[in-house]
């Protein structure tokens, strides 16, 4: 059965690198004769602007029926005076939790020929590879109540943070299967000495390490795990954490990086469908100027061929490519040591020459 592949291009340089990933897509479908059906739909501040709703039931529906989705970025300053529920940033949010993708896969990976992008020394970096699983539509972003309060003096506003233990069992469990995969260590972050939430967090993840005795299991506090990854990154193999302290961890390692154009990421539901997108945002002081580095896009849909379509092979070709890439000297501006780079239009076709040359 043909597998369905859902394109979103979205805002700003969204829309210059989800090209880039769909050229390559369109080269690897046609070469390897790949069962692909694949549709593209406005999301985000361009559907806003055509709809006036930045996700349509029809893109929601779309997105629901498909296997994979490929998502490029929404958002930009023509629309941030917009009411939340019109903003760009809802589509995003909206997919994460209609398509119940409750677990966020984030690697954080350093090419060693690029250390030099990266603020930290090369001792520290180099051989950086990080996976962090992130839980994605439970915790504090989404816990009622919540609420401001403008009738009573102070004035003040409320967040509540709640897992109850099936959101926790179900990331531990992608985060445990993820560690067995990997170099089988996991740690567990949270805030155990001062939250309830997290020694609850714990004593679940705690329990269920007896499932996988082959996965090395630590705790850490998540203020200690944002200084551990500026000082001695490569202690970590595999992390897991709630939405919260996820969010904030995984932007660290992306910075570590020296680039968040390098990275992909993945959000999966329990069958592992899921949405693909690149970790940085949509750049609208770039956007239109073919300057945007499209790797990242490019590794999301490899992500997808691994995860949601069934294409290992595929995703090993163009991580593959990506790497003879970069180390051949290829660079986009983001990652170029001097005035001699890459545009954006420029880079599926070199990762496709070297497919083809495989």
Known sequence: MSKKVLVLPGDGIGQEVTASAVEVLDFITDEYNLDFSVASMSVGGTAFNKYGTPIPNEVLNAAKDADAILFGAVGGTEWDH????????????????????????????????????????????????????????????????????????????????????????????????????????????????????????RSIVTEMSSDYPDVELSHQLADNTAMQLVLNPNQFDVIVSSNLFGDILSDIAATLTGSIGMLPSASLDSSFKGMFEPCHG??????????????????????????????IDMSDKIDNAIKKFIQAGNRTMDIATDEDYLMTSDVAKKIIEIIKDE
Not at 139 to 168: C, D, H, L, Q, W
Not at 283 to 308: E, Q, V, W
């Open 282 to 311: 949509s750049a609208p002081d770039i956007a239109g100027k073919n300057l945007a580095n499209p790797l990242a896009m490019i590794s999301s849909l490899s992500m997808a061929l691994r995860y949601s379509l069934n294409e």
């Open 82 to 201: 917009l009411d939340w529920k019109d903003r760009p940033e809802n589509a995003l949010l909206t997919l994460r939790k209609e398509l119940n993708l409750f677990a966020n896969l984030r690697p954080a990976f350093l090419f060693n020929e690029l250390s030099e992008a990266s603020p930290l020394k090369k001792e520290i970096i180099n051989n950086l590879d990080i996976l962090i699983v992130r839980e994605l539509t439970g915790g504090i972003y989404f816990g009622e109540p919540r609420g401001i309060v403008s009738n009573k003096e102070p004035n003040y506003a409320f967040n509540t943070m709640i897992y109850n233990e099936e959101e926790i069992r179900r990331i531990a469990k992608v985060a445990f299967e993820s560690a067995q995969k990997r170099n089988k260590k996991l740690c567990s972050v949270e805030k155990a000495n001062v939250l309830e939430v997290s020694k609850f967090w």
